[in-house]
């Protein structure tokens, strides 16, 4: 795992450039607040019912209600205000956020140490709890929102189900087909969404302003103060309001910190506040309507309506979050956490906008299988909320990380911040853990299964590269050995390596089998830094090793993709263009035997095995073109 940091940190030439959009600021705040805040924004069709009617329910009286208000407000205040907008968003990797850029950050800034194992595994296991929740959004957002037909007519009932797995089926079944047309009409959508939930919040809030009174933090202690127990449960429901608050950090290349921050300051953070103020004055004259209160805001003439808005919203927030499992997993793919996937672009003009036929098939397997099994979203609440606080947990322990070795902060200040974070996330999280025999045992499982095969692809590569390393010739002494003894044919061989020592075994192979050289040889590595994108210059590095030998680097961010016959147009100093038509691609494709020999457990060795065999072709994952490939193959023992 050390070994993966190390190959993310840039050289010490590499010119990284941020991905800071260039757009107005009032366009990109409009996106963030139909892509960022998608998730965040549905939060107010389930949080308080849950608070109320879920696995720990509570009396609906006043107390009750400003209790649970009041945590929300400085639930919302203190994680997403605090936490994510005026101090994790500082942490960008070069415009770029999200646990594998924050990791990639760290590591690059604080080189090899003791602790770069231990922070590469939070990592890492952050990646793999956003799986879980990337599964459990969709199920959970968009079941809430068809449930409101039954407030509108209880005998609508037998068809929320079919409808929710219908609209579900179509949302993964768009995906390859890009998201750009849909994507324009995200921001204007959620603009109506947000002012309808201030619109139905106000209308509520005037028949009891004293609802405002929620902000006094002194409400909560009372709460607290009154039933610990109780009240420590409810937070497992209230943390559901802050569902969504990691994309605000992983969307931030996307639309940029500013414009963020904006949008939520200005028009997200109060729409959502008034919307359950007016959930909370509902509640005080109608105790009844927490079996729905989103919905029953609503005049009874709007509720059809409003069901087919908070549909939509729903929908963009699954997209947001379906959008985001692509990109941690092309960022998991070029960092070396897994192996090469099948990764298509559905854009010609945004390179973010990407689509993976593996992920989205498995993402709707078991949003599917989650609706069926849960079928409802109270019961579907119980499996939310445990991937969320783990993920915002990981992050405070990151965080403190940054401000105490990175940021270097002073310590009174770094160690208070972190000690908050971690103490309000770790409630929440511990609150959270009560719900695992109910169902929050799903997105741990799925977070295991992500995490087996993230770190086994991670050391299985550095096994891998290790023994190649150990049965490795010199390439000083293969050309001295080699020269004036083998035939030379015209062109240009290109042989693949992962590694900038020695020899690679496609080229021995190609001795071993053909006896002949071409006249320019060229050992090609492709490195991925830990930054996401690059620029122009610096992006090769050519080294002459005489006889018609060279070792080339070609450099790219780890949100780009990467084009080999494009890349090497641009090299310079090499005896000539290298152009396509006189190149030829080798290739070095081993088979894998799992041994006795330490490293890994055999049935993770087998795993290994298994991912490299079914691991996206090199040709296509390069764009090499497969006329000009020539693939050798040999055993290798790990």
């Given at each position: 795992m050390n070994e993966e940091i190390d190959r993310a940190m840039p050289a010490a030439d590499a010119q990284p450039h941020g991905g800071t959009p260039q757009q107005g600021l009032a366009p990109l705040a409009l996106g963030a607040l139909g892509v960022v805040f998608g998730d965040i924004g549905t939060s107010p069709l389930y949080a308080l019912k849950e608070s109320f009617v879920g696995h720990h329910p509570l009396a609906v009286d006043p107390l009750h209600i400003y209790g649970v208000l009041s945590l929300i407000f400085w639930t919302m205040t203190l994680i997403v205000t605090v936490k994510y907008v005026f101090i994790v968003m500082r942490a960008d990797n070069h415009?770029?956020?999200?646990?594998?850029?924050?990791?990639?950050?760290?590591?690059?800034?604080?080189?090899?140490?003791?602790?770069?194992?231990?922070?590469?595994?939070?990592?890492?296991?952050?990646?793999?709890?956003?799986?879980?929740?990337?599964?459990?959004?969709?199920?959970?957002?968009?079941?809430?929102?068809?449930?409101?037909?039954?407030?509108?007519?209880?005998?609508?009932t037998p068809l929320v189900l079919p409808i929710a797995i219908a609209i579900l089926v179509g949302l993964f079944l768009i995906q390859r087909h890009g998201t750009a047309r849909v994507g324009a009409l995200f921001g204007p959508v959620m603009?109506?969404?947000?002012?309808?939930?201030?619109?139905?919040?106000?209308?509520n809030i005037v028949r009891h302003p004293d609802i405002i009174a929620i902000v006094n933090p002194l409400w909560a202690v009372r709460f607290f103060a009154f039933d610990p127990g109780l009240a420590f449960l409810a937070l497992g429901s209230v943390v559901l309001a802050v569902t969504g608050a990691e994309a605000l950090y992983a969307d931030m290349g996307h639309f940029g910190r500013k414009a963020i921050s904006i949008a939520w300051l200005y028009a997200a953070f109060p729409c959502l506040l008034l919307n359950y103020l007016g959930q909370?004055?509902?509640?005080?004259?109608?105790?009844?309507?927490?079996?729905?209160?989103?919905?029953?805001?609503?005049?009874?003439?709007?509720?059809?309506?409003?069901?087919?808005?908070?549909?939509?919203?729903?929908?963009?927030?699954?997209?947001?979050?379906?959008?985001?499992?692509?990109?941690?997993?092309?960022?998991?793919?070029?960092?070396?956490f897994l192996p090469r996937l099948r990764i298509l672009h559905t854009s010609a003009s945004a390179a973010g906008q990407i689509y993976v036929p593996l992920v989205n098939v498995a993402l709707l397997i078991f949003v599917i299988l989650l609706v069926l099994s849960f079928g409802s979203s109270t019961d579907l609440a119980a499996a939310y909320g445990i991937a969320v606080t783990?993920?915002?947990?990981?992050?405070?322990?990151?965080?403190?990380?940054?401000?105490?070795?990175?940021?270097?902060?002073?310590?009174?200040?770094?160690?208070?911040?972190?000690?908050?974070?971690?103490?309000?996330?770790g409630a929440y999280f511990a609150s959270n853990a009560t719900k695992i025999p109910d169902g929050g045992w799903f997105p741990l499982l799925v977070a295991a299964i992500a995490f087996v095969g993230l770190t086994t692809w991670a050391t299985?590569?550095?096994?891998?590269?290790?023994?190649?390393?150990?049965?490795?010739?010199?390439?000083?002494?293969?050309?001295?050995?080699?020269?004036?003894?083998?035939?030379?044919?015209?062109?240009?061989?290109?042989?693949?390596?992962?590694?900038?020592?020695?020899?690679?075994?496609?080229?021995?192979?190609?001795?071993?089998h053909n006896r002949i050289l071409h006249e320019r040889n060229i050992i090609l590595t492709v490195r991925t830094q830990g930054v996401p994108h690059l620029r122009?210059?610096?992006?090769?590095?050519?080294?002459?090793?005489?006889?018609?030998?060279?070792?080339?680097?070609?450099?790219?961010?780890?949100?780009?993709?990467?084009?080999?016959?494009?890349?090497?147009?641009?090299?310079?100093?090499?005896?000539?263009?290298i152009t396509v038509k006189d190149s030829s691609y080798f290739l070095s494709r081993q088979t894998l035997?799992?041994?006795?020999?330490?490293?890994?457990?055999?049935?993770?060795?087998?795993?290994?095995a298994w991912m490299i065999r079914n691991a996206e072709s090199p040709m296509e994952f390069f764009k090499l073109p497969v006329n000009r490939v020539v693939e050798l193959g040999s055993q290798l023992e790990i």
């Open positions: 415009g770029e956020g999200g646990s594998m850029a924050l990791l990639a950050l760290i590591g690059r800034r604080l080189g090899p140490s003791r602790w770069t194992p231990w922070i590469a595994m939070l990592g890492v296991l952050a990646t793999a709890l956003f799986y879980g929740d990337a599964i459990i959004t969709p199920a959970i957002s968009v079941l809430s929102a068809v449930e409101g037909l039954t407030v509108v007519q209880a005998s609508l603009v109506v969404y947000f002012l309808v939930l201030a619109a139905l919040g106000i209308f909370g004055a509902l509640l005080l004259d109608e105790p009844a309507a927490a079996a729905n209160p989103f919905f029953l805001m609503a005049p009874e003439w709007a509720r059809l309506p409003l069901v087919i808005l908070a549909t939509m919203a729903t929908i963009i927030a699954s997209q947001a979050v379906i959008s985001g499992a692509f990109s941690v997993t092309q960022q998991a793919v070029q960092l070396g783990g993920t915002m947990l990981i992050t405070a322990c990151m965080v403190g990380v940054l401000t105490f070795s990175v940021w270097r902060w002073h310590p009174l200040v770094a160690g208070g911040v972190t000690l908050a974070f971690l103490i309000v996330d299985g590569r550095r096994i891998m590269r290790e023994r190649l390393r150990d049965g490795a010739m010199e390439l000083d002494l293969f050309i001295r050995s080699t020269s004036g003894s083998l035939k030379r044919v015209p062109g240009t061989a290109i042989f693949l390596s992962s590694s900038t020592d020695g020899v690679p075994p496609a080229l021995l192979h190609n001795v071993k122009e210059e610096g992006r090769t590095e050519l080294t002459p090793q005489g006889e018609g030998f060279y070792r080339l680097v070609l450099n790219h961010g780890f949100m780009e993709e990467v084009d080999i016959p494009a890349a090497l147009k641009s090299v310079q100093d090499c005896s000539g263009p035997i799992p041994s006795s020999r330490p490293g890994m457990a055999i049935w993770r060795e087998k795993l290994f």
